[in-house]
C-alpha cells in the first residue's frame, strides 16, 4: 500500500506533487510500515557519520553502477540490490542526500529506469533535515530483507545514448554544468587531467542552465513559478519539446531531468548519462566553445 | 605478495602501516576506518584558524579542502589541513596523510609514491575523482615542500 501524498501547498502547485515529500512529512511517517527512507550521497562517508533514524544507505558509486561495464546495474542486479535493502516492489520509497539532493536524484532517476512504482524526494535533503534540529542515527538499520521481483530496465524513455544525442543536435538540450565547463574555459590544473575529457566545452545547440539554479538557499526546489521562469523563460523550453539535458557523468542533470519532468510535467525529458565524460572524449563528434549554444 | 609490492614503491613505516591496516580490514570497516582518520584530523592552529587565506586551496577534491605546509631549518615538515564537516571523505584523506607524513623530513617526504592512495584498497569504495583529490593533496605538499626548501638554501 502507498503511502498517503504530503498535501503541503508547494507541492500541489508542482505536475508530479505524488514524488516529492517534505521533512515533516517524512518525520510523521518514519515508522510506517511500507516506507523505506533511503540516503544517497555525493561523499560516500557522511551517511556513516548518521543519518535519518532506520534510513538505508544506497550508494550511487558502487551499489548503481555494474563494476566493469560503464552502465548500470541490471534487472537482476536491481532486484538484488532493493531486496538486500529491505525495499519491494510495491515500497513506498524516499530519497534523499546532501549537495540539494544531487545524488538523491540521481538514484530516484536510476529507480525510474526500472520503473519503480512509487519513489519520491524528500525536500531540502539531509541539509534541510539538519538545519531544522532533526534526530540522526549511526546505527545501522535491520530491516528484513524483501523480495523484489526482475524488471526490465528501459533505457527508452528517460535516457539517452550518445548516437541518440547527435540525432537530436539542434533540437533542445540543456547542459547543466557549470558556466566554466560549459565555455569549456575552466581552469586546466597543471598534471591533473581536467574532468577526465580531453576536449572542453558544449554539445552544439545546448543552452547553459546550471543545475543548482533550481534549488533555493535551504536546498529545497524553488516554487513552480520561479522555475517556470527559468527553464521556459530563460531557457525558452516548452512543454511539449523533446529535451536532453546533460552534465559530467548524468548526476546533476539528473536533478535537472527531476524539475523539468516531475515538477513541471514535461513529458519528452532524457539524461544523457555519458554526458561529458563521453561527448568531450569521443571522435569526431562537434564541440562549440564559448559561452553561446 | 608484499603490499611494496603493489606499485613497486616503497613507502615510510608510519604510511605503510595505515595501508596494511586498510589492507587487512574487509571493505565495510574500511570506510569505518576512513571515517575514524575523519575524525581524527587536528584542528587547524590559531595562525592558520584566522588566516585561512595563508592556505592553499586543493580545487580537485570536490569540496573545499585547504592545506599548508611548513618546514623547519632542520627540514622537519609539518602540515595542516582544514575541510568541512560534512565532507569527511576528503578530511578522511587529509587525514591519513598528516598520520602518514607530518613529522618526517623533508626528504621522507618528498619519496612518497604519487600513487600512495591506491594502496589502500578504496579503489571499489570510493569515485576515482576522489582518490585523485588524494593524489593532488600529496602532489602540492610536496611541491610545496620542494619551494620552501628552494627558498631555505637560497636565502
Known amino acids: ?293 | 605478495m608484499s603490499p611494496q609490492g603493489v606499485g613497486g614503491a616503497t613507502l615510510n613505516p608510519r604510511l605503510q602501516e595505515i595501508a596494511d591496516d586498510f589492507r587487512d580490514v574487509p571493505d565495510k570497516d574500511r570506510l569505518q576506518l576512513l571515517l575514524e582518520f575523519s575524525e581524527d584530523l587536528p584542528a587547524l592552529p590559531e595562525r592558520y584558524a584566522a588566516h585561512r587565506d595563508r592556505m592553499e586551496p586543493v580545487p580537485e577534491c570536490q569540496t573545499p579542502l585547504f592545506l599548508a605546509v611548513e618546514v623547519d631549518p632542520d627540514d622537519t615538515v609539518h602540515l595542516f589541513f582544514d575541510a568541512p564537516a560534512e565532507s569527511p571523505t576528503t578530511r578522511g584523506f587529509a587525514s591519513i596523510l598528516h598520520a602518514g607524513l607530518d613529522g618526517l623530513d623533508a626528504d621522507e617526504v618528498l619519496a612518497t609514491p604519487a600513487e600512495f592512495s591506491g594502496q589502500l584498497g578504496l579503489q571499489d569504495l570510493v569515485s576515482p575523482l576522489r582518490l585523485r583529490g588524494m593524489a593532488a593533496m600529496l602532489a602540492r605538499i610536496k611541491r610545496q615542500v620542494r619551494d620552501q626548501r628552494g627558498q631555505a638554501v637560497a636565502g
Request: aromatic content about 10%; overall charge negative; hydrophobic content about 40%.
Open chain 1, 1 to 293: 500500500m502507498a503511502l498517503p501524498q504530503d498535501p503541503a501547498p508547494k507541492f500541489r502547485e508542482y505536475a508530479h506533487p505524488e514524488m516529492i515529500v517534505s521533512t515533516d512529512w517524512v518525520a510523521e511517517h518514519l515508522d510506517d510500515p511500507g516506507l523505506v527512507v533511503a540516503e544517497s550521497d555525493e561523499d560516500v562517508l557522511l551517511y556513516e557519520t548518521g543519518h535519518i533514524p532506520g534510513a538505508v544507505k544506497l550508494d550511487w558509486h558502487t551499489e548503481l553502477n555494474d563494476p566493469v561495464t560503464r552502465d548500470y546495474v541490471d534487472g537482476a542486479g536491481f532486484a538484488r540490490l532493493m531486496s538486500a535493502k529491505g525495499i519491494g516492489r510495491d515500497t513506498t520509497l524516499v530519497l534523499y542526500g546532501d549537495k540539494n539532493n544531487w545524488w538523491a536524484a540521481y538514484a530516484l532517476w536510476v529507480a525510474s529506469l526500472f520503473g519503480h512504482p512509487d519513489v519520491r524526494l524528500m525536500d531540502g535533503g539531509r541539509a534541510k533535515w539538519i538545519a531544522e534540529g532533526r534526530p540522526l542515527s549511526k546505527d545501522e538499520p535491520k530491516r528484513p530483507t524483501a523480495d523484489y521481483p526482475v524488471v526490465q530496465r528501459d533505457d527508452q524513455h528517460i535516457r539517452a545514448f550518445k548516437d541518440e544525442v547527435l540525432a537530436h543536435l539542434g533540437q533542445p538540450m540543456i547542459d547543466v554544468r557549470s558556466p566554466g565547463e560549459y565555455s569549456g574555459e575552466l581552469l586546466h590544473m597543471p598534471d591533473y587531467p581536467q574532468e577526465g575529457a580531453l576536449r572542453g566545452g558544449h554539445i552544439p545547440g545546448a543552452t547553459s542552465v546550471p543545475w543548482a539554479r533550481a534549488a533555493a538557499a535551504d536546498a529545497t526546489f524553488k516554487p513552480r513559478a520561479e522555475l517556470e521562469a527559468i527553464y521556459r523563460g530563460e531557457a525558452g523550453l516548452a512543454p511539449e519539446d523533446d529535451v536532453v539535458v546533460y552534465c559530467r557523468i548524468g548526476e546533476r542533470s539528473s536533478h535537472t531531468w527531476f524539475v523539468l519532468q516531475q515538477l513541471l510535467g514535461f513529458p519528452h525529458v532524457r539524461n544523457y548519462d555519458g554526458s561529458w565524460t563521453e561527448w568531450g572524449n569521443a571522435v569526431r563528434v562537434p564541440i562549440t566553445r564559448g559561452d553561446s549554444p
